[in-house]
């Protein structure tokens, strides 16, 4: 079992950055392809990044390349994800996915199943 907490969300203008962590319990967190996922209002929830076990390997959206950048710390079991030029279109709840089943993939954007979720943590960017 994982438990996925996310932080470091808020409310920023447009052209700013933030930074996610997402803090995972358990002694197992090398052994997980982590990801981030977002869900906008009346949207379906939408891929944004993944990588890897090492955190070699990373997969972005086309809609965040060049601004996002995913990265992980496997001995302080987090994952983070650098939002830079964020953009109106960025709003929504962003959520921390885990993932350690079925044939090994970093690309979480074709798995149709995740293992873990996070709560979720809301980015609003305003103009």
């Known amino acids: 079992q994982v438990q996925l907490v996310e932080s470091g969300g808020g409310l920023v203008q447009a052209g700013g950055s933030l930074r996610l962590s997402c803090a995972a319990s358990?002694?197992?967190?090398?052994?997980?392809?982590m990801g981030w996922f977002r869900q906008a209002p009346g949207k379906e929830r939408e891929f944004v990044g993944s990588i890897s076990r090492g955190g070699i390997n990373k997969y972005y959206a086309d809609s965040v390349k060049g601004r996002f950048t995913i990265s992980r710390d496997n001995v302080k079991n987090t994952v983070y994800l650098q939002m830079d030029n964020l953009k109106p279109e960025d709003t929504a709840v962003y959520y921390c996915?885990?993932?350690?089943?079925?044939?090994?993939?970093?690309?979480?954007?074709?798995?149709?199943?995740?293992?873990?979720w996070g709560q979720g943590t809301q980015v609003t960017v305003s103009l």
């Open positions: 358990g002694r197992t967190f090398s052994s997980f392809v």
């Open positions: 996915a885990a993932v350690n089943s079925g044939p090994y993939s970093a690309n979480l954007a074709l798995r149709s199943t995740i293992d873990y």
